[in-house]
């Protein structure tokens, strides 16, 4: 009878620790929600603190419009029109895009449709290695190899130049829109691809007919989310594009970015407070702007588009 007692105590205190455990658990995760809520709002307030400050001195229109970014200059020689760095980053953008979505799609249809099990399970973790490499490996890959070779066939491309950076920020981009394509296209039910085979479809027609439609708002969503990670690429660009703010579209240029902005102007002698400083915060917030309108319209396709099985 004592032992009886005895077990049933051991029992009660373990079930009350569990049920005290299980309790806190909500909490903890809650915590760890409001954790990343938090860094976001403090990025937030730190980007409009320090610009606030900066369109104290600059005109918003002028920051807007102007064609002419020299905010590293000094006097009256400092000119802050950002879209010299907008064109930059967008003229990267948009080589990068022609390299990474037609390859990243052709990837993923290969790896849905036609790679057999196995040769799956290596080709596509080999291919995602990609994404492990370090950025700036990357870029010294496009200043010493890349770059070297367009100038065979493009002997007055200049040595940094947009269109090597914009290659390789492609290749760079590669897995991620591979990776989300492939996953969007796996998630379409087997039964729709016999359906197709079933009245006569070759496997390139259901591959591009039935398959890709079927998966459209997981592919397009993947190529908004691997474009505005081409549009944040800071070390790339800084080491393969240039820091020659241009207000240009030849890729054969050199430019400079607004991530590479940032770069030069953090790592330079400009003293807490200036105007060069909180440049940097309003050139931040610009990119900030660029990115989450990229994000929200992923998500805006993704629901939009999206197909329930």
């Not at 806190?24 to 954790?35: D, R």
């Not at 914009?166 to 087997?190: F, K, T």
């Not at 940032?262 to 915060?281: F, K, R």
């Amino acid at each position: 009878m004592k032992n009886g007692s005895l077990a049933a105590g051991r029992f009660r205190r373990k079930r009350t620790w569990r049920t005290a455990w299980e309790g806190m658990i909500p909490k903890l995760l809650l915590v760890c929600a409001l954790v990343s809520v938090f860094t976001t709002f403090g990025i937030v307030f730190t980007l409009l603190l320090e610009t606030s400050s900066f369109f104290q001195k600059v005109s918003l229109i002028d920051f807007i419009t102007g064609t002419e970014w020299t905010a590293l200059f000094s006097g009256t020689q400092q000119k802050f029109g950002v879209l010299p760095l907008i064109s930059g980053t967008l003229l990267v953008t948009g080589v990068a895009a022609l390299v990474a979505v037609p390859i990243g799609l052709a990837s993923a249809i290969y790896l849905s449709e036609y790679a057999h099990r196995q040769v799956r399970k290596v080709v596509k973790p080999i291919l995602e290695i990609l994404a492990g490499v370090p950025t700036i490996v990357y870029g010294f890959f496009a200043l010493t190899f890349v770059t070297p070779l367009l100038r065979t066939f493009l002997p007055d491309m200049s040595v940094f130049n947009a269109l090597s950076a914009g290659i390789v920020v492609g290749i760079m981009i590669i897995p991620m829109i591979a990776s989300l394509s492939e996953d969007a296209m796996n998630s379409v039910p087997r039964n729709i691809r016999e359906a197709a085979y079933a009245m006569g479809s070759t496997k390139l027609e259901v591959a591009l007919k039935v398959v890709v439609p079927a998966a459209l708002s997981g592919i397009i969503a993947s190529f908004v989310l691997g474009l505005s990670r081409a549009i944040g690429e800071t070390m790339i660009v800084t080491i393969a594009a240039g820091a020659t703010p241009n207000m240009t579209f030849n890729p054969t240029d050199t430019i400079q970015t607004m991530t590479a902005y940032i770069v030069q102007a953090a790592t330079g002698d400009n003293s807490y407070g200036s105007i060069a400083y909180t440049s940097i915060y309003a050139v931040g917030i610009t990119l900030f702007l660029f990115t989450l309108a990229m994000n929200l319209l992923a998500q805006y396709i993704s629901r939009r588009f999206k197909e329930e099985y």
